[in-house]
């Protein structure tokens, strides 16, 4: 299989807390359950990141197929998918899904979260992933895991912001555009009950 050779692209770059987040894009954007019909809206925004950033692994756009397989990991049992609305139009989204399949990872979870270009930067990621985090509290998950590419620091602020902290760093675990990619791994535990 070859290796994509596209470019890494652009991820906004402004400094945390720089009070981008109370744009009024953000106030306009609801955050609510996905639906079925917006899915297509959904791979649109994943498909671009697969594409042109090294935030997903993937080197292919996913298929309707593999993205339908996606939703239903990202829903089914007690899996929360959530979207960002605007205007009508699909913005963004964030799910949990399986972190790891054997019995006893049930507990845990690991998060995905994902926006339109346009739309980052105020406010509307960190809505978003608050909100997952209150669903999966409210189904019993213990701790949430995110992996996380260790340059996108976008993403490693914004979970950190939530508080979850660093407890992996893996070097060289992927490639992408012909070079290795380092994953962090960071997580949140969710409630303090003391027995399973
Ligand atoms: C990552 C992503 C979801 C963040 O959403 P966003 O709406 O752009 O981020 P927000 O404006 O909500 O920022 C939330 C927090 O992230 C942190 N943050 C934002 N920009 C940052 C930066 N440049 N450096 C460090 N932390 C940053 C801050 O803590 C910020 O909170 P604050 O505004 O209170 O300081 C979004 O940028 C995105 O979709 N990126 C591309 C896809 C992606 O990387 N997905 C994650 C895959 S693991």
């Given at each position: 299989?070859?290796?994509?050779n596209a470019p890494q692209g652009a991820q906004h770059?402004?400094?945390?807390?720089?009070?981008?987040?109370?744009?009024?894009?953000?106030?306009?954007?609801?955050?609510?359950?996905?639906?079925?019909?917006?899915?297509?809206?959904?791979?649109?925004?994943?498909?671009?990141?697969?594409?042109?950033?090294?935030?997903?692994?993937?080197?292919?756009?996913?298929?309707?197929?593999?993205?339908?397989?996606?939703?239903?990991?990202?829903?089914?049992?007690?899996?929360?998918?959530?979207?960002?609305?605007?205007?009508?139009?699909?913005?963004?989204?964030?799910?949990?899904?399986?972190?790891?399949?054997?019995?006893?990872?049930?507990?845990?979870?690991?998060?995905?979260?994902?926006?339109?270009?346009?739309?980052?930067?105020?406010?509307?990621?960190?809505?978003?992933?608050?909100?997952?985090?209150?669903?999966?509290?409210?189904?019993?998950?213990?701790?949430?895991?995110?992996?996380?590419?260790?340059?996108?620091?976008?993403?490693?602020?914004?979970?950190?912001?939530?508080?979850?902290?660093?407890?992996?760093?893996?070097?060289?675990?992927?490639?992408?555009?012909?070079?290795?990619?380092?994953?962090?791994?960071?997580?949140?535990?969710?409630?303090?009950?003391?027995?399973?």
């Amino acid at each position: 299989m070859s290796v994509p050779n596209a470019p890494q692209g652009a991820q906004h770059n402004r400094a945390p807390g720089s009070g981008a987040g109370d744009l009024d894009a953000s106030a306009q954007v609801v955050i609510r359950y996905a639906d079925p019909q917006d899915a297509g809206a959904m791979l649109e925004i994943f498909n671009r990141e697969v594409a042109q950033t090294i935030s997903s692994w993937e080197w292919f756009a996913l298929s309707e197929e593999d993205w339908r397989a996606w939703i239903h990991e990202h829903t089914k049992d007690d899996h929360v998918l959530l979207v960002a609305e605007s205007s009508g139009r699909v913005v963004g989204f964030s799910g949990y899904g399986t972190f790891r399949t054997k019995a006893g990872y049930v507990s845990t979870a690991e998060d995905s979260v994902f926006l339109d270009e346009s739309f980052r930067g105020h406010g509307v990621g960190k809505r978003l992933l608050a909100r997952l985090l209150d669903e999966a509290r409210a189904r019993q998950i213990h701790v949430m895991v995110a992996a996380i590419t260790s340059e996108n620091l976008v993403s490693i602020g914004l979970h950190q912001a939530l508080g979850f902290e660093q407890v992996g760093y893996l070097p060289q675990v992927g490639h992408k555009f012909g070079r290795w990619l380092d994953l962090v791994l960071l997580q949140i535990t969710l409630d303090n009950r003391p027995t399973p």
